[in-house]
């Protein structure tokens, strides 16, 4: 009988691994999604909406039996103030990664690479009334972090997270994050309640029945989604924009983003939006030994495997 994956895996020792973090909590969605909590380094700082390189030690090569690391990037999920570190993963049962990642548990090792990086940020932009979030699937994780960042609130008037999904279950991390915000009394402090009065939140689904259906860019579009949350459609002079989802989404949206006049904006040169660079391309994410080139972060899971 072939073994099945799971049976051939050894325990991740900690001690064995480079820039080793602790596994402390571990949630599964969906058969396609999880989350996962690990120890932060002390000396680790980020800015909310940041990536880094999470992974685990690839197969021993068969020549020399020696294990090199797998990694790519994930957005850290949880706000900068957090003593721990959060991340939203896809599942995939062939991916080179998650399909050893979905079988952690609390008391496992993982690598993190404590380099953080990323466009997601508040500086990239310049001063707004509005922000606005727009994610499909796993990109969700950048907002999860600053949804529960006071300056998300302070910077602005309005905070607006639009998360797509093809089915129901699949926007439970995120509905169960935002009643969360809302109702949890710890959270309410921090950010302030009359604060949380600003989040709005507009779930959608493309394949399964659901309150709002369709896919965000075509429900700004046809205006739904104005018409619905009572607000006009984007305007370069009040409203700013982060994007995060698949590639085809990403060029969709800021399309729609630029023909509503507002300018895609960097670290170095804050503007009006700010789309994930790290899903755009390709890129070589982790030089070692040896060069590896994947697709980054957690949130491509069609191009689970290096190119
Ligand atoms: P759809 O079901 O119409 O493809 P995925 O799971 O493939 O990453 O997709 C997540 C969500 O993003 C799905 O609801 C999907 O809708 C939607 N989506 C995919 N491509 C686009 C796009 N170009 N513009 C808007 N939404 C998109």
Redesign the pocket.
């Known amino acids: 009988m072939t073994p099945r994956l799971t049976d051939t895996l050894t325990p991740v020792k900690k001690s064995a691994l480079p820039d080793a973090q602790t596994v402390t909590d571990v949630k599964h969605w969906t058969d396609r999604l999880f989350s996962f909590r690990i120890t932060r380094p002390a000396a680790l700082r980020f800015r909310s909406g940041e990536f880094v390189m999470i992974g685990l030690m690839g197969d021993p090569d068969p020549g020399t039996g020696k294990q090199k690391p797998l990694l790519r990037a994930y957005s850290i999920a949880s706000p900068s103030w957090h003593d721990e570190l959060e991340f939203y993963s896809i599942k995939v049962q062939d991916g080179l990664l998650t399909s050893r990642l979905q079988h952690i548990r609390p008391g496992d090792g993982i690598i993190l690479r404590p380099k953080p990086v990323g466009t997601l940020v508040h500086d990239a932009l310049l001063p707004g009334k509005n922000i606005w979030f727009f994610a499909?699937?796993t990109g969700f994780a950048p907002f999860a972090s600053l949804l529960r960042d006071p300056q998300t609130y302070e910077n602005y008037d309005e905070v607006i997270i639009t998360h797509?999904?093809?089915e129901v279950g699949?926007l439970e991390y995120g509905r169960q994050l935002i009643e969360d915000i809302r109702g949890d009394a710890m959270l309410n402090e921090l950010l302030g309640t009359e604060h949380l009065a600003k989040l709005k939140y507009y779930p959608?689904?493309?394949?399964e029945e659901s309150a709002n259906m369709g896919?965000?860019?075509?429900l700004m579009r046809d205006k739904t989604i104005f018409e619905d949350l009572g607000m006009p459609p984007l305007s370069p002079d009040t409203d700013r924009a982060m994007v995060c989802?698949?590639l085809?989404?990403n060029?969709?949206?800021k399309d729609l983003l630029e023909g509503y006049g507002l300018e895609e904006g960097a670290n170095s040169n804050p503007k009006q939006y700010v789309v994930e660079k790290a899903f755009l391309d390709w890129r070589c994410v982790y030089s070692g030994d040896e060069t590896r080139f994947w697709e980054s972060a957690g949130l491509r899971?069609?191009r689970d495997k290096a190119p």
């Open positions: 499909t699937g797509t999904c093809r699949e959608t689904t493309t394949r896919r965000i860019t075509d989802g698949n085809a989404f060029l969709d949206i899971h069609q």
